[in-house]
């Protein structure tokens, strides 16, 4: 199985600040069909997950441009440029290269 | 819009089982891949199953294979989790989502294994 860790587990921002994510996996992602399936999800408190990024930097529609995707192979970042209030939750990047799809831990982002 | 309606969370007993389903609309459901993500209270996410488009290929999390079985009827637009043999570490939120790359969520249907 893939794992998938993610660094840090918590991250206290000041808003307005930038913030950034690391998910490292076990092995490479990329999919015999060339893809890297790649993916960040937000989960505010109470709520579902919400698909903020798939195949490592594209933006789901009607997620704000200050969330960004990038990487490749085994190391992904996720970037929000400014943080604002209504981004504190935890964020999980997973793989959906092969089965089974696994998440990582969850980075909690709150506020400082 | 993508909407996806799961139902049949519920309180059962160790050992007992339960049917989820999950309504689908907004997309091309026979042509999707579904799956199954399930959340422990205040854990992290967990993949489950997943199920190609035409439903004849499944896959599970080592966890639940021989005790949960993943489904589904094109012609309903609807996913469905049958889940025996049920143990108190599988109560858990219950998401159904489109895709392997979980491109939408439903609101999750609430699974509690307790005597």
């Known amino acids: 199985d893939i794992v998938m860790t993610q660094t840090p587990l918590s991250s206290p921002v000041t808003l307005g600040q930038p913030a950034s994510i690391s998910c490292r996996s076990s092995?490479?992602?990329?999919?015999?069909?060339?893809?890297?399936?790649l993916n960040w999800l937000q989960q505010r408190p109470g709520q579902p997950p919400r698909p903020l990024i798939y195949k490592i930097s594209n933006r789901f529609s009607g997620v704000p441009d200050r969330f960004s995707g990038s990487g490749a192979g085994t190391d992904f970042t996720l970037k929000i440029s400014r943080v604002e209030p209504e981004d504190v939750g935890v964020y999980y990047c997973?793989?959906?290269?092969?089965?089974?799809?696994?998440f990582g831990q969850g980075t909690k982002l709150e506020i400082k | 819009e993508v909407q996806l309606v799961e139902s049949g969370g519920g309180l059962v007993q160790p050992g007992g089982s339960l049917r989820l389903s999950c309504a689908a609309s907004?997309?091309?459901?026979?042509?999707?891949?579904m799956t199954w993500v399930r959340q422990a209270p205040g854990k992290g996410l967990e993949w489950v199953a997943s199920i190609k488009d035409d439903g004849d290929k499944g896959n599970y999390v080592d966890s639940v294979k021989g005790r949960f079985t993943i489904s589904r009827d094109n012609a309903k637009d609807s996913l469905y989790l049958q889940m025996h043999s049920l143990r108190v570490e599988d109560t858990a939120v219950y998401y159904c989502?489109?895709?392997?790359?979980?491109?939408?969520w439903g609101q999750g249907a609430l699974v509690t294994v307790s005597s």
């Open positions: 907004g997309f091309t459901f026979s042509t999707s891949w």
């Open positions: 997973m793989q959906a290269t092969q089965f089974p799809v696994t």
């Open positions: 092995q490479s992602l990329v999919h015999s069909d060339g893809n890297t399936y």
């Open positions: 989502a489109r895709g392997t790359n979980v491109l939408a």
